[in-house]
Structures are given as structure tokens and as C-alpha cells.
């Protein structure tokens, strides 16, 4: 581990890492590793120049060096809070969430979720080290999701029990599941992928019902009955759904 001095005095440890894909030398800066100078595969840096490239990124060392300390500070709730694998099992997909390092030259503007493949996501922004803003990434994920999902559920689900709907559209609500309106708009909850199969499929069917009886009175409850044989069960069972729901998804 080599050092170098920073433009405040500090000496900071940086090793250097050959990439067959760097065509000049760049500095990379993560919690975990502390600062990597990469090189083209085969070159050697000359300390001249490592140095020069060192005292014109000093402003974003220092920022990111600040901001790795103040991580350490909170690494627990971090841990906790960030998922490693997403559940969804509404629709039984497991997901691999991957986080990108912060960097310099690849950054994008704003931390984003990429799919790299079914079943694996990657989150990557200036800011990885955020906890709140990939958590905040990820949810619009699983809400975009969950509108891809749901109304072809739903739609599919109106079929079968012959009813109809005029409109649905996902939202991210604090305390419902479902809603619909005396038009036949349907609201739902995108936290119904993390819930299990069935309870989703009552929920969506509670819904369809109300296109037909608005209340909740003994005709409404027949009607689910009919289509939903064991949806008193559910009901009971679905007290405790919000405990089914990820940290990330609930926090601001
Ligand atoms: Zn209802």
C-alpha cells in the first residue's frame, strides 16, 4: 500500500489496479476499499503524474473521505436497512441487489436501479454510500415494477369472475392495500409484491367486488366468499401483512 499526500495534509493509502478496459488512469473511491488507482493494463503510473491527477480531483477525495467516515458512524443501520436479495413473492421472483462503488468518471447524476439480467439488480450513483437514496432507487423500482405486474393481474383476474374495472393505476400508500372508487377505478398498494401469493390474489378480488357493491355489508362479503372460498382466513391472517414489508420500502 502506497501513500500520497492530499491538498489538507492528510496522507491517504491508494493501491494501484491494472484494467484491460481503462484507456487512462482514473481514481476510484469506495468505503470498503479506500482509493484505487486504475491503470491501463501493462502501464506503470509515474508518481508525477499520479500526483497531478490526485491535487485536481483533491476536492472529491476529501468530500467522499468525509463522507466514508461518517458511514462507519452508521454502518449498522445501513446494514439493515439496504437489501441483499429482494423477495417479491406475490409473484415469486427473487432478486440479487448488487451496489456499485462510487466513481469519479462513471458516476451518473442520480442513483439509479439497473436490471442486469432477471434476478439481479445493480444500484449505482455518485452517492452508493446513501443509504436513503438507493433505498428511495430501489422502491421506484419495485413500484415500476408493480405497474408492470399488477393491472395484467388484475385484468386477467376480471376475466375469470366476469366483473370490470374502468382504470387502475399503482400507489405507494401508507395504509391501504387497495381502494376503488364508485366509478370503477381501482388504486393499488405497489407493496402487494411482497406479500404472499394469495393474500395478493384476495386483495385484488376485494377490489373487483367493490365494482359491483361499494360497502362492506353482508351482500359484499357473500360476493367475495363466492370467488374466495377462504377469504375470512386471509383477512385474519393479513393483520400482521405489514410486517411483511422491507425497511427500505416503508422509510421516507
Ligand atoms: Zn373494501
Redesign the pocket.
Known amino acids: 500500500m502506497q501513500r500520497v499526500e492530499l491538498a489538507d495534509g492528510r496522507s491517504c493509502p491508494y493501491r494501484i489496479q491494472e484494467s484491460d478496459r481503462a484507456r487512462r488512469i482514473r481514481l476510484k473511491l469506495s468505503a470498503t476499499e479506500g482509493m484505487v488507482v486504475i491503470v491501463p493494463a501493462g502501464t506503470v503510473p509515474h508518481r508525477d503524474d499520479l500526483e497531478r491527477l490526485i491535487r485536481t480531483k483533491s476536492r472529491w477525495i476529501t468530500r467522499h473521505l468525509h463522507r466514508f467516515a461518517q458511514q462507519e458512524r452508521v454502518a449498522q443501520t445501513w446494514d439493515l436497512a439496504l437489501p441483499g436479495h429482494i423477495h417479491l413473492s406475490a409473484i415469486n421472483e427473487r432478486w440479487e441487489v448488487r451496489y456499485a462503488d462510487p466513481d469519479a468518471n462513471q458516476a451518473p447524476m442520480s442513483t439509479r436501479v439497473r436490471v442486469m439480467t432477471q434476478g439481479v439488480l445493480r444500484v449505482c450513483g455518485p452517492e452508493s454510500g446513501r443509504a436513503e437514496d438507493c433505498a428511495h432507487a430501489l422502491r421506484a423500482w419495485a413500484r415500476a415494477k408493480a405497474g408492470a405486474v399488477l393491472p395484467a393481474w388484475l385484468d386477467e383476474l376480471a376475466q375469470d369472475l366476469r366483473m370490470s374495472f374502468s382504470r387502475v393505476s399503482i400507489r405507494d400508500q401508507r395504509t391501504r392495500w387497495?381502494?376503488?372508487s364508485r366509478h370503477g377505478r381501482i388504486n393499488l398498494n405497489c407493496k402487494l409484491l411482497f406479500l404472499p401469493r394469495p393474500w395478493t390474489r384476495y386483495v385484488l378480488i376485494?377490489?373487483l367486488?367493490?365494482t359491483k357493491i361499494m360497502n362492506?355489508g353482508p351482500d359484499?362479503w357473500a360476493l367475495v366468499a363466492m370467488h374466495e372460498p377462504q377469504a375470512r382466513r386471509i383477512r385474519t391472517e393479513m393483520r400482521s401483512a405489514w410486517m411483511k414489508i422491507p425497511a427500505w420500502m416503508t422509510t421516507a
Open positions: 387497495g381502494s376503488c376485494h377490489e367486488c367493490h362492506h359484499f
